[in-house]
């Protein structure tokens, strides 16, 4: 049973890339059970992703961190006994920081039925955005420098030179961050995702 | 063997079991009954403190637990009309609309020593002097609980009870995100097709954005507006306010009632200015688009929005405080069934200045004396010759260690600060005792 988290800043693309992948993985013929994480008290990526087919829960009200894992593998676990899942997908919410995530997951290693293997940990950046590496640069720098792979996503919306300009950004923060250009709404570039994940 | 211990000290009120089960199941009903009043009233005026608490001038002019503020705090306390009962609720409100938890802790400590029953009976039945020393008492006990707490919250021995864990983060660069979200059942009388939906959403993240800028947001984190029928499912989204929101999803037809949800969060506003911007702008745009809610002229318009929050506020504090109140009410029952009361004269008769005031501490934690129970038991101390301080002790702990108050506590605020309120109490009322005595007798 693989599990991957997506994180990434408040509106860049998790819950579209999750629905990507999520009708990717089942074309292969995988079974795929998603956790959305969510702040408050609704969670309208749950009800987008169910409308596609998907089988979504979501984590609402607080965050998928060590004070609240109880929380999270009571759902994980809920979803493993009635879905058999090949493939997990957890979408974090847009202020979490992967650390937070990797150990959480690491204190519910060895509590499900099937031997959970983790994936690397990707955020998203919007690459059609600078706004936030001004304003919110401490968060995005913590999810860039504590993510395995950074999803550059929205690279359609967005010019080479400005493509180069997000990419020594985010080198400045984690030199060897190794990068990745996708345009999740259409499934490009999340090739070696979906390999991850097969 | 315990049947024994007592007997030792004194015929228990039955032995016959079934007699003592129907005992300890009538006195839990009373206890139900005495209890369920004041627990109402308190989580209605939890609800209310919670949504109406002036969070943002409050944060401003108490942001620590400094001496001035614990005072300040105690002292309100002390003089407002909640007991052990409908303070928990009420503390649970400053908490949730901000109030540092040290502060409002001293208040749930403060407050449950100083109900207005407590007052009335330990100044009818003791005196003027011992109705002095409860309440100065009661003033400093919650002075001291709140450096207690401030100590324990800062090491993260016990937690803060309803800091939204969403905002417990993980990243400390986290903070300054607000958000709102808000998901109500809308309709249109006429039918609403996938274009006029469409621009109605448009209308509304956009207007919700300017609105935000306007209100001094530094930055847009993202606002999104859906609306899912059995039409189909269509969302806004709108990440950066310079450019047009992205649009997904289709509605087949006309639909006459959905779901819709608006999310909002944004750095630099609070959650609360960020929930009245979403009112405002969407009760506009409704209305310029013919759309109507159930309840809409209550929930979108501010004040009747808050009154509903407060209201759904006061059931969950409800379902909180009384999770354990079931067990706390049979273990009420057990002690008044089982224990005699020749058992309580008999050990804090004494005179002794430290050992008296000690026992009186230790039998007044588990023993209910809610209102006023505990100024009856410490009068009749005082009659039997009981030390003063004994009897001061006595009148402070017993109410507000009430076992059916503290199992209210630990669903509302977790064991472990239902356990630091109870030794706090019991050490305060020691040293309250110890130095009553002093006064009086040395």
């Given at each position: 049973m693989?599990?991957?988290?997506?994180?990434?800043?408040?509106?860049?693309?998790?819950?579209?890339?999750?629905?990507?992948?999520?009708?990717?993985?089942?074309?292969?013929?995988?079974?795929?059970?998603?956790?959305?994480?969510?702040?408050?008290?609704?969670?309208?990526?749950?009800?987008?992703l169910?409308?596609?087919?998907l089988?979504?829960?979501d984590?609402?009200?607080c965050?998928?961190?060590?004070?609240?894992?109880?929380?999270?593998?009571?759902?994980?676990?809920?979803?493993?006994?009635?879905l058999?899942?090949d493939?997990?997908?957890?979408?974090?919410?847009?202020?979490?920081t992967?650390?937070?995530?990797?150990?959480?997951?690491?204190?519910?290693?060895g509590?499900?039925?099937?031997?959970?293997?983790?994936?690397?940990?990707?955020?998203?950046?919007?690459?059609?955005?600078?706004?936030?590496?001004?304003?919110?640069?401490?968060?995005?720098?913590?999810?860039?420098?504590?993510a395995d792979?950074?999803?550059?996503?929205k690279?359609?919306?967005?010019?080479?030179?400005q493509?180069?300009?997000?990419?020594?950004?985010?080198?400045?923060?984690?030199?060897?961050?190794?990068?990745?250009?996708?345009?999740?709404?259409?499934?490009?570039?999340?090739?070696r995702?979906?390999?991850?994940?097969? | 063997?315990?049947?024994?211990?007592?007997?030792?000290?004194?015929?228990?009120?039955?032995?016959?079991?079934?007699e003592?089960?129907l005992?300890?199941?009538?006195?839990?009903?009373?206890?139900?009954?005495?209890t369920?009043?004041?627990?109402?009233?308190?989580?209605?005026?939890?609800g209310?403190?919670?949504?109406f608490?002036?969070?943002?001038l409050?944060?401003?002019?108490?942001?620590k637990?400094?001496?001035?503020?614990l005072?300040?705090c105690?002292?309100?306390?002390?003089?407002?009309?909640t007991?052990a009962?409908?303070?928990i609720?009420?503390?649970?409100?400053l908490?949730?609309?901000?109030?540092l938890?040290?502060?409002a802790?001293v208040?749930w400590?403060?407050?449950?020593?100083?109900?207005?029953?407590?007052?009335?009976?330990?100044?009818?039945?003791?005196?003027?002097?011992?109705l002095?020393?409860?309440?100065?008492?009661?003033?400093?006990?919650g002075?001291?609980?709140?450096?207690?707490?401030d100590?324990f919250?800062?090491?993260?021995?016990?937690?803060?009870?309803?800091?939204?864990?969403?905002?417990?983060?993980?990243?400390?660069?986290?903070?300054?995100?607000?958000?709102?979200?808000?998901?109500l059942?809308?309709?249109?009388?006429?039918?609403?097709?996938?274009s006029?939906?469409?621009n109605?959403?448009?209308?509304?993240?956009?207007a919700?954005?300017?609105?935000?800028?306007?209100?001094?947001?530094?930055?847009?984190?993202?606002?999104?507006a859906q609306?899912d029928s059995?039409s189909?499912?269509?969302?806004a989204?709108?990440?950066?306010p310079?450019?047009?929101?992205?649009?997904?999803?289709?509605?087949?037809?006309?639909?006459?009632?959905?779901?819709?949800?608006?999310?909002?969060?944004?750095k630099?506003?609070s959650?609360?200015?960020?929930?009245?911007i979403?009112?405002r702008?969407?009760s506009?745009?409704?209305?310029k688009?013919?759309?109507?809610?159930?309840?809409?002229?209550?929930?979108?318009n501010?004040?009747?929005?808050?009154?509903?929050?407060?209201f759904?506020?006061s059931?969950?504090?409800?379902y909180m405080?009384?999770?354990?109140?079931?067990?706390?009410?049979?273990?009420?029952?057990?002690?008044?069934?089982?224990?005699p009361?020749?058992?309580?004269t008999?050990?804090?008769?004494s005179?002794?200045?430290?050992?008296?005031?000690l026992?009186?501490?230790?039998?007044?934690?588990?023993?209910?004396?809610?209102?006023?129970g505990?100024?009856i038991?410490?009068?009749?101390l005082?009659?039997?010759?009981?030390?003063?301080?004994a009897?001061l002790?006595?009148a402070i702990?017993?109410p507000?260690?009430?076992?059916?108050?503290?199992?209210?506590?630990?669903?509302?605020?977790?064991?472990?600060?239902m356990v630091?309120?109870?030794?706090?109490?019991?050490?305060g009322?020691?040293?309250?005792?110890?130095?009553f005595?002093?006064?009086?007798?040395?």
């Open positions: 693989k599990l991957l988290v997506v994180t990434g800043f408040l509106g860049s693309g998790k819950t579209t890339l999750i629905r990507t992948l999520g009708k990717e993985c089942e074309k292969l013929g995988k079974r795929v059970a998603i956790i959305v994480n969510e702040a408050g008290t609704t969670s309208p990526s749950k009800d987008i169910k409308r596609d087919g089988n979504a829960e984590l609402k009200g965050c998928i961190c060590p004070g609240t894992a109880a929380k999270f593998e009571k759902i994980l676990r809920r979803m493993e006994k009635e058999r899942p493939i997990f997908l957890i979408e974090a919410f847009g202020t979490t992967p650390n937070a995530i990797k150990t959480v997951i690491e204190s519910i290693r509590k499900t039925q099937q031997k959970l293997g983790s994936l690397p940990m990707v955020t998203l950046i919007d690459c059609s955005r600078e706004e936030p590496f001004n304003k919110a640069i401490e968060l995005i720098g913590a999810q860039v420098r504590e792979i950074v999803l550059l996503n690279v359609d919306l967005v010019t080479d030179s493509l180069k300009n997000i990419e020594s950004r985010i080198r400045k923060i984690k030199p060897d961050a190794s990068l990745m250009r996708t345009v999740a709404s259409e499934g490009r570039g999340i090739d995702l979906l390999d991850l994940l097969n | 063997m315990l049947e024994k211990l007592l007997l030792d000290f004194g015929t228990p009120k039955s032995v016959e079991p079934l003592t089960l005992g300890i199941l009538s006195v839990a009903y009373d206890e139900l009954l005495e369920l009043p004041y627990l109402i009233l308190g989580v209605v005026v939890g209310f403190v919670a949504e608490f002036p969070t943002d409050v944060s401003k002019r108490l942001r637990a400094s001496f001035k503020s005072l300040g105690s002292c309100c306390a002390a003089f407002s009309p007991d009962w409908s303070s609720p009420v503390t649970a409100g908490s949730k609309g901000g109030l938890w040290p502060l802790a208040f400590m403060a407050a449950a020593i100083t109900g207005p029953v407590e007052i009335m009976m330990t100044g009818g039945l003791l005196g003027l002097n011992y002095a020393a409860f309440w100065i008492s009661a003033i400093l006990i002075v001291f609980a709140g450096f207690a707490f100590y919250t800062k090491r993260g021995l016990i937690e803060e009870p309803f800091k939204d864990k969403a905002r417990r983060m993980i990243s400390p660069a986290d903070m300054g995100f607000a958000r709102s979200d808000l998901r059942r809308i309709a249109a009388e006429e039918g609403i097709d996938d006029e939906l469409k109605a959403l448009l209308s509304l993240v956009k919700l954005s300017q609105e935000c800028l306007r209100e001094g947001a530094a930055l847009i984190g993202h606002i999104r609306f059995r189909g499912l269509v969302s989204d709108l990440t950066d310079e450019r047009t929101p992205d649009m997904q999803g289709t509605l087949e037809g006309k639909s006459k009632t959905g779901l819709l949800t608006v999310i909002l969060s944004a630099g506003l959650d609360r200015q960020m929930k009245r979403t009112i702008v969407l506009e745009v409704m209305k688009s013919h759309l109507r809610t159930v309840l809409d002229q209550l929930y979108l501010w004040t009747g929005f808050r009154v509903l929050s407060a759904k506020t059931l969950k504090f409800f405080a009384s999770k354990y109140l079931i067990l706390g009410i049979l273990v009420a029952g057990i002690i008044e069934v089982l224990i009361e020749e058992l309580i008999e050990l804090m008769g005179q002794a200045l430290f050992l008296s005031v026992v009186s501490v230790l039998i007044a934690v588990p023993m209910c004396g809610c209102q006023g505990g100024a038991v410490a009068s009749e005082l009659s039997k010759g009981a030390a003063p301080g009897v002790s006595y702990v017993a507000a260690t009430c076992v059916t108050s503290l199992a209210m506590a630990w669903g509302q605020f977790g064991w472990k600060n630091l309120y109870t030794l706090i109490l019991a050490f009322g020691y040293l309250a005792g110890i130095a005595n002093f006064l009086l007798l040395v």
